[in-house]
């Protein structure tokens, strides 16, 4: 079989591209920048076809699908920078992919979107997510449209950022709703359960949550982090208006100054109000999932940091 992935570079599409290509797959990668460094050590190790589109852009992706029997579609924003806005890119970007594909005669469609996607959703992220699944449900390609909660792992930008706020401060922020919940799940889990949906049947036409076997609130998440680091710090909850203030200036500052996505925006911010867990039985049954626990997890990546 031969797949197509975008958003290879990505904390996920990585080991999707490394479990894809330890499948034995045949793989095409799409690159906005196919002449970057990252993605021509990725598809230099994976043995992958570069190939150059920009999802923003529909007449870029003509040709990138053909001979192509699955696409594997992870490209996705937390953060908005200039024009890759979270309607552009999950709405708007996943519109061209699809349409692509179908018109491509790709037969098998993987999709990733984000557990507490659902119509009439508080945030902006979670409404360009509903609309992007969708536009996958109606394409007419037998489609498998994943949920994952808080995605893990040695590259994540979650446990890392607040270990390297321990590392070189006293306090740690406390933001959103202290009792709202999570439910993380390990990169490893999720790319294999994206690798293992394209010979699984019953996935076909199915949403499914990827879920870690463990809940946590935003402080316990913390506790495990300081526990797997063997640190101790002091939590500090951050009153939500002081947390909005403070967000809308790393939105305004990063992208005008800095030219990158900010740390923390307050679409981020509407989403810690609310919980983030889901039922991932389904998906363990099917695809025959393991979880390892969180703790367990963070503290053989996080050792070799110190």
């Given at each position: 079989m031969k797949i197509a992935i975008t958003g290879a570079t990505g904390f996920v599409g990585r080991e999707v591209v490394r479990q894809a290509q330890q499948a034995g797959y045949s793989l095409r990668l799409l690159a906005r920048h196919p002449q970057a460094?990252?993605?021509?050590?990725?598809?230099?190790?994976?043995?992958?076809?570069?190939?150059?589109?920009?999802?923003?852009?529909?007449?870029?992706?003509?040709?990138?699908?053909?001979g192509i029997d699955a696409v594997i579609?992870?490209?996705?924003?937390?953060?908005?920078?200039?024009?890759?806005?979270?309607?552009?890119?999950?709405?708007?970007?996943?519109?061209?992919?699809?349409n692509t594909a179908h018109a491509s005669g790709v037969k098998r469609f993987v999709h990733m979107?984000?557990?507490?996607?659902?119509?009439?959703?508080?945030?902006?992220?979670?409404?360009s997510k509903w609309e992007a699944e969708e536009l996958?449900?109606?394409?007419?390609?037998?489609?498998?449209?994943?949920?994952?909660?808080?995605?893990?792992?040695?590259?994540?930008?979650?446990?890392?950022l607040f270990y390297n706020i321990a590392r070189f401060s006293?306090?740690?922020?406390?933001?959103?709703?202290?009792?709202?919940r999570f439910?993380?799940?390990?990169?490893?889990?999720?790319?294999?359960?994206?690798?293992?949906?394209?010979?699984?049947?019953?996935?076909?036409?199915q949403t499914l949550d990827l879920c870690g076997p463990e809940t946590f609130t935003f402080t316990e998440l913390l506790d495990q982090i300081l526990e797997a680091s063997q640190r101790k710090r002091l939590k500090i909850h951050i009153p939500l208006p002081l947390a909005r203030f403070q967000a809308a200036f790393l939105e305004m500052v990063y992208p005008l100054i800095l030219r990158k996505a900010p740390?923390?925006?307050?679409?981020?911010?509407?989403?810690?109000q609310e919980d983030n867990i889901g039922d991932q039985r389904k998906a363990q049954e099917l695809l025959e999932l393991t979880n390892p626990r969180f703790r367990e997890a963070i503290e053989s990546y996080l050792k070799r940091k110190t």
């Open positions: 460094s990252r993605m021509l050590r990725i598809a230099n190790q994976a043995a992958g076809e570069i190939i150059s589109g920009d999802v923003l852009e529909s007449t870029t992706l003509t040709g990138a699908f053909t579609h992870l490209v996705g924003i937390i953060s908005e920078v200039g024009r890759s806005t979270f309607e552009n890119v999950h709405t708007e970007g996943t519109r061209n992919v699809v979107s984000a557990l507490g996607t659902r119509p009439g959703a508080a945030s902006r992220y979670h409404q996958v449900r109606r394409s007419g390609v037998e489609h498998t449209i994943f949920r994952p909660s808080l995605i893990y792992g040695p590259e994540d930008h979650f446990v890392n006293p306090v740690l922020p406390v933001m959103g709703r202290t009792n709202a439910q993380p799940v390990a990169v490893e889990v999720v790319a294999t359960a994206f690798i293992k949906a394209l010979a699984e049947p019953r996935t076909i036409n740390p923390l925006n307050r679409e981020q911010l509407i989403m810690l």
